[in-house]
C-alpha cells in the first residue's frame, strides 16, 4: 500500500520558500555549464546513469540540469525531490519499489521504472536572511542498489556546490542589475542637463554671475 507524497500545504513556509525560488529566475531559464558540469561530476562520483538538479516549483519539478542534455518537468506529486526537501539530510532509497511512499509511483510502476534514489536538498536564501529547500540535487538508476557513507557525503558536498553556484549565480546578477540601473541613472541625468542647456540658449539666457566685489 503507498502513500501520498506530502502536498504543498503541508509546508509551513511554502509562500517564502516559494519566493525564495522565484527570485532566483532558475525556472525555465536556458541550460548553463556550471550546472550541466556539476550533475556529470555526480554521477561519475556516485557511479549511477543519470544525475539531475530540480527544482521544486508549485505543482512542478523542474529540471534545471540532467546528464541526460535534457530539460524537462514533471509533476511535483510524481518527482522524489518533492521528499527531499522535507529534510536536512540526503534521502537515500536502495530499492523503490520495496518502498511504500514510491512503490506505486508511474515512475516507478512503468516497465524499466527507477529503482534507486538518492537527493539532497538544495537551499536558498532569501531577502531576510532564511533558508529554504528549493530543490535537489539527485541521482537515479534503473537497478537497486545501495550508497555508502562515504557515498552520502559525497552527495551532501556535491548539493553544498550546487547552493555556492546558485549563489554567485544570483549575486552576479544583482550586481549586473545595480550597475545596468547606474549606467540608465546616469544617462537620464545626461539627458536632463542637455534640455536644460538647450532651453537655456533657445531663451537666450544663459548662465550668469555677479560680484558684489567693488574695487577702490
Known amino acids: 500500500m503507498s502513500s501520498a507524497l506530502p502536498t504543498a500545504d503541508m509546508f509551513a513556509d511554502e509562500t517564502r520558500r516559494l519566493a525564495a525560488l522565484h527570485a532566483l529566475a532558475l525556472l525555465d531559464s536556458e541550460p548553463e555549464r556550471e550546472f550541466d558540469a556539476l550533475v556529470a561530476l555526480a554521477a561519475d562520483m556516485l557511479n549511477c546513469p543519470t544525475a539531475m538538479l530540480t527544482l521544486v516549483d508549485t505543482d512542478r519539478l523542474w529540471i534545471k540540469a540532467s546528464t541526460s542534455g535534457e530539460q524537462s518537468e514533471i509533476a511535483r506529486d510524481v518527482g522524489m525531490c518533492t521528499q527531499t526537501i522535507r529534510g536536512s539530510d540526503p534521502l537515500v532509497i536502495d530499492d523503490l519499489a520495496l518502498d511504500p511512499r514510491f512503490d506505486a509511483n508511474p515512475m516507478v510502476a512503468a516497465r524499466d521504472g527507477l ?5 539532497a536538498p538544495i537551499h536558498a536564501v532569501d531577502g ?3 533558508r529554504h529547500a528549493i530543490g535537489a540535487l539527485c541521482v537515479v538508476d534503473t537497478t537497486p542498489r545501495s550508497m555508502s557513507d562515504a557515498g552520502r557525503r559525497a552527495l551532501q558536498h556535491l548539493a553544498t556546490l550546487a547552493e555556492t553556484t546558485i549563489a554567485a549565480r544570483a549575486a552576479a546578477s544583482k550586481a549586473l542589475e545595480i550597475a545596468t540601473t547606474a ?5 537620464a541625468l545626461a539627458r536632463q542637463d542637455r534640455i536644460f542647456r538647450q532651453a537655456e540658449r533657445m531663451a537666450a ?5 555677479t560680484s558684489l566685489d567693488h574695487e577702490q
Not at 115 to 119: I, L, M, N, S, V
Not at 183 to 187: E, F, V
Not at 205 to 209: E, F, H, K, N, V
Open 128 to 130: 531576510e536572511g532564511e
Open 115 to 119: 529503482r534507486f534514489y538518492a537527493g
Open 205 to 209: 539666457m544663459g548662465s550668469w554671475r
Open 183 to 187: 549606467d540608465r541613472q546616469a544617462a
